[in-house]
T-cell receptor, first 115, second 112 residues
Framework: DTGVSQNPRHKITKRGQNVTFRCDPI?????LYWYRQTLGQGPEFLTY????????KSRLLSDRFSAERPKGSFSTLEIQRTEQGDSAMYLC?????????????FGPGTRLTVL | QKEVEQDPGPLSVPEGAIVSLNCTYS??????FMWYRQYSRKGPELLMY????GNKEDGRFTAQVDKSSKYISLFIRDSQPSDSATYLC????????????FGKGTTLSVSS
């Protein structure tokens, strides 16, 4: 399967703990996005990378959230001091360099539960 | 008022029916209009996108955009049980960054 992969698929943590998620985009896709989706809602944009540069961040991305894409390949999303309101599905998407930005291909997501 | 409004349903139809899914929006700057399908506990899957107004057809799926009314539709012909999923509309303005703005999604159930 050459789609976007995300790990772990599920994460349960206690409030106040730090968590880190990983996204491996489709090979050769230089653009990568993170979204958050809560139950009954559509995905909400968090941040965007073109290669290793983080070019956009949503106001939803509080100081407790940080994302990196150090070599322009995989990306990590870290949440520090998790809160119950952080419980959601965290989705990663990618776009190849020769496609429009609206053609975003999503991974299966990481489901976070904060107890 | 949210930028993109979508009736969450659920919508239940018998196999073979024509399904109409709709979204309205308020931001006249939106130029790209996408439809995604999301199965339970999976990531969204891009079905098709349309630029500006007009129609686009892909197999059993037809997307329509009416920018004057700020209204988009997805029609599914000859619906199948495998079409049972949540359908999300998404939009983007060319000069407003990379973010897709999604509706809440409409849950569709096709019974055999």
């Amino acid at each position: 399967d050459t789609g976007v992969s995300q790990n772990p698929r599920h994460k349960i943590t206690k409030r106040g703990q730090n968590v880190t998620f990983r996204c491996d985009p489709i090979s050769e896709h230089n653009r990568l996005y993170w979204y958050r989706q809560t139950l009954g809602q559509g995905p909400e944009f968090l941040t965007y990378f073109q290669n290793e540069a983080q070019l956009e961040k949503s106001r939803l991305l509080s100081d407790r959230f940080s994302a990196e894409r150090p070599k322009g390949s995989f990306s990590t999303l870290e949440i520090q001091r998790t809160e119950q309101g952080d419980s959601a599905m965290y989705l990663c998407a990618s776009t190849p360099r020769d496609r429009l930005l609206n053609e975003q291909f999503f991974g299966p997501g990481t489901r976070l539960t904060v107890l | 008022q949210k930028e993109v409004e979508q009736d969450p349903g659920p919508l239940s139809v018998p196999e073979g029916a024509i399904v109409s899914l709709n979204c309205t929006y308020s931001n006249s700057a939106f130029q790209y209009f996408m439809w995604y399908r999301q199965y339970s506990r999976k990531g969204p899957e891009l079905l098709m996108y349309t630029y500006s107004s007009g129609n686009k057809e892909d197999g059993r799926f037809t997307a329509q955009v009416d920018k004057s009314s700020k209204y988009i539709s997805l029609f599914i012909r000859d619906s199948q049980p495998s079409d049972s999923a949540t359908y999300l509309c998404a939009m983007r303005a060319n000069q407003a960054g990379t973010a897709l703005i999604f509706g809440k999604g409409t849950t569709l159930s096709v019974s055999s």
